[in-house]
């Protein structure tokens, strides 16, 4: 009788596939993957793979940007129902109208949304590269989509650029509350916050540090400081624990659930099965590919 990591070693041998995992699934699928990271991180990761099958451990929304970025690869999701809601929250009437009424505009994209939505805009950025891409578009006027947070957090870092927002938001991030984070200060007074820009501005403006979930894990290992409170999902803890066994970490406790949805069976089922398999329309696939590459280009 052979363990769930054992049936999933030899099926990733035969298949010749490999395993991307967010920092947001579960710790013992980010212990199984070959590749963890930030969004960012595993597009750059799909885009260079030399094996034939994508295993994303993630939401919806990462699968179909692998297979966008390889459109010659099998990408599979071990649970297609896991969707990141944030990724439908901007109207296709909103951006048409921005472009017919207001020259100059770029359009930029959060990877975390539709490919429908990436094929209609100039840009893809992630919560890593989001305020450096912004700042080096050619164009005055952004409407930043879905995020309106991490929206506002790139207009602060450019305020040369005037921006519109489509009023989405992460419902885990943006329903952390400051006085959750004021009270964890108030616990802890010497522990430094760090903090996603998918928070709102009044959890933003308590923190030290502000940046993706790969941004907050080096942020941590490389600063002095041995306390730290963490406002994001609390995926991030196993790697954080991981490389800093001898800091403390307090997370103001949020979960997403489509995250969770993955587990170690799932993953062997997917790879067994191939099952959950990603397919898109080619001509869609082609819109939504220009601003992802145009991401890791200018990233
Ligand atoms: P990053 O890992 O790129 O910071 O993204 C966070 C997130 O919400 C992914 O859904
Ligand atoms: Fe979407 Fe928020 Fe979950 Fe990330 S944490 S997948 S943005 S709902």
Redesign the pocket.
């Known amino acids: 009788m052979h363990t769930t990591k054992e049936r999933i070693e030899a099926l990733k041998k035969s298949r010749n596939a490999v395993i991307l995992a ?3 699934v579960p710790d013992e699928v980010q212990e199984l993957a070959d590749y963890v ?6 597009a750059k990761v799909a885009q260079q793979t030399q094996a034939d099958s994508i295993v994303f451990c ?2 919806h ?2 699968g179909e940007s692998a297979k966008i970025l390889n459109p010659e690869k099998r990408v599979f999701l071990p649970d297609p129902s896991a969707d ?1 809601p ?1 990724a439908h929250m901007a109207a296709e009437e909103q951006i048409g109208k921005l472009r017919a009424e207001c020259g100059d505009l770029a359009v930029v994209c959060y ?2 949304s539709t490919a429908r939505l990436k094929s209609l805009s100039d840009v893809c950025v ?3 590269n989001a305020v450096k891409i912004v700042k080096s578009l050619p164009q005055k006027n952004i409407l930043f989509i879905p995020d309106q947070n991490l929206g506002s957090f790139v207009a602060a870092a450019a305020p040369e650029k005037t921006f519109y927002y489509s009023g989405g938001y ?1 419902p ?2 943006a329903f952390l509350l400051a006085d959750d984070v004021a009270r964890e200060k108030r616990a802890h007074a010497s522990a430094l916050v760090l903090t ?3 928070c709102t501005r009044e959890v933003r403006a308590l923190s030290d540090y502000v ?6 894990i080096s942020y941590a290992e490389k600063s002095d400081a041995e306390e730290f409170i963490v406002c ?2 609390p995926g991030v803890l196993y790697e954080l624990k991981k490389r800093c066994p001898k800091k403390k970490f307090y997370p103001v406790s949020i979960v ?1 659930g489509d ?1 969770k949805k993955i587990t170690p069976e799932r993953v062997a089922e997917t790879l067994e099965k191939e099952c959950g398999e990603v397919f898109l329309d080619g001509s869609l696939a082609r819109k939504a590919y220009a601003p992802l590459a145009r991401m890791l280009e200018l990233g």
């Open positions: 967010h920092y947001y990271g930030d969004s960012f991180y595993l993630g939401v929304f990462m990141c944030m990877i975390n992630t919560s890593s992460c885990v991030h996603h820009p998918e940046g993706s979930t790969a941004g907050i994001t999902e997403c995250m």
